[in-house]
Each structure stands twice: as C-alpha cells, then as structure tokens.
C-alpha cells in the first residue's frame, strides 16, 4: 500500500538553529516526490519536485534531498517567516497523489 | 504567483442543502483536481480531471459531483449537504506534462 509519513509532527526551531524534516514513503514506483509550505488558512504553496535518488534542490534557506526511500527537507538559520506546515507528497506509477500529514514548523525570534 | 481561484471562501450552509464550489485557473493547465483537508490530517483526492469532458473520483469521492466543460473551470457539487462534510476542500492544477501541483485558496465549508 502506498503510503507517507512525515516526522516530526511538529518542530520548534530558535531563529538561526538549522533542523531537517523528514518524509519517508513506500509507494509501487516513484514518479515524483514533492515538497509544499502551507500556511495557515490558505492552500499548499510549491516548492520542489524530485524524481531520483540523489537528487538535490535548494531555494534560499531549504533545501530537499532525495533517497530510495525517504526525503529531507534541510532548513539552514531558519527565520520566523519560515514558520509553517511543510508537506511531502508522492506520486508513484499511476494518477494519484499521497499526502502526508505535514510537519509544523515554528521558529521562534 | 498561480493563479487559481475558489469561490467562496467560507461557506456556512444547512443539512439537505445543494452547493457548488467554484475553482477557475488562467494558467492554461490541463489537470485539474480537488481535494479535502481536515485539521491535522493528509490531503485526500476527491476527483480529478486530465481535460475537459474528462472526469475522475479519487480514492474519497465523498458524495460529490464535478464537470470540465471549460479547460479553466472545474466545479465541484455536492447534491446534499450533511456536518460530515465539514471540511476544508482545496483546488489544483497543473500542466499535463510537469506534475507538480498549483493550488487555490481553498474553500472552508461547515454543514450544520
């Protein structure tokens, strides 16, 4: 059964105290994994697509990394704004998305 | 910034009523999806659609309807309302050829 995880449910980070995020997953074939910030109230923002193991991106402060079986989101000197609900989402062989249920970042001044 | 839109935004409605919810995009996408978000809980895909006059239900079909007769608009219908739907419902698109995902502001409904 396709599914994923993400830990920890919640983290709270001093501003400038780096942390990761982690996803890991179990799908049939992976055809893409990918990395959203949601706010509160509002609808998931994207912010990166991996397709292979070993794959790397980066966009300011984060960046996400790529394994067979699970991924990370690496927040480097978090600031207050970076507060939010990251989610990890795959798509394996097939049409669906998979959800997991997020990670809530605080950081705090 | 995408540019995908829903309508409303809150929606306070009675059981037994019928409503559709609205969601247009201007990107010119192909795929089109909705889904269903609790507080604390995964996303879960109600129905998408890959074009128009193409429809399919998600692994929560939720008792609900949707149509693309418009590349731009996908609306999403639930014939009568009951609390179990209280939910927050979420619109995306995105190219046919590139899958990650662009979404709306979403709808936050409350069935009493």
């Known amino acids: 059964e396709d599914q994923v995880t993400q830990s920890p449910e919640a983290l709270r980070l001093q501003e400038g105290e780096s942390s990761s995020l982690n996803c890991s997953y179990t799908?049939?074939?992976?055809?893409?994994l990918f990395w959203y910030r949601q706010d509160p109230g509002k609808g998931p923002e994207f912010l990166f697509t991996?397709?292979?193991a070993g794959e790397e991106k980066e966009k300011e402060r984060l960046k996400a990394t790529l394994t067979k079986k699970e991924s990370f989101l690496h927040i480097t000197a978090p600031k207050p704004e970076d507060s939010a609900t990251y989610l990890c989402?795959?798509?394996?062989?097939?049409?669906?998305?998979?959800f997991g249920t997020g990670t809530s970042l605080t950081v705090i001044p | 910034e995408a540019d995908i839109y829903q309508t409303p935004r809150y929606l306070v409605i009675g059981t037994g009523k019928k409503i559709t919810l609205e969601c247009s995009q201007t990107?010119?996408?192909?795929?089109m999806y909705w889904y269903q978000q609790d507080p604390g809980m995964e996303l879960h895909l109600i129905h998408y659609?890959?074009?128009?006059?193409?429809?399919e239900k998600g692994d929560l079909s939720s008792e609900s309807t949707v149509s693309r007769i418009r590349t731009e608009h996908f609306p999403l219908t639930l014939e009568s309302a009951r609390p179990s739907h209280t939910s927050q419902y979420l619109c995306?698109?995105?190219?046919?050829?590139?899958?990650?995902?662009?979404f709306g502001p979403g709808t936050r409904l409350t069935v009493l």
């Open positions: 995306a698109s995105s190219r046919r050829a590139v899958n990650e995902q662009f």
């Open positions: 799908v049939s074939g992976l055809r893409g």
């Open positions: 991996l397709y292979s």
């Open positions: 989402a795959v798509q394996p062989t097939g049409n669906q998305f998979y």
């Open positions: 990107m010119g996408h192909d795929k």
């Open positions: 659609s890959y074009g128009v006059n193409s429809t």
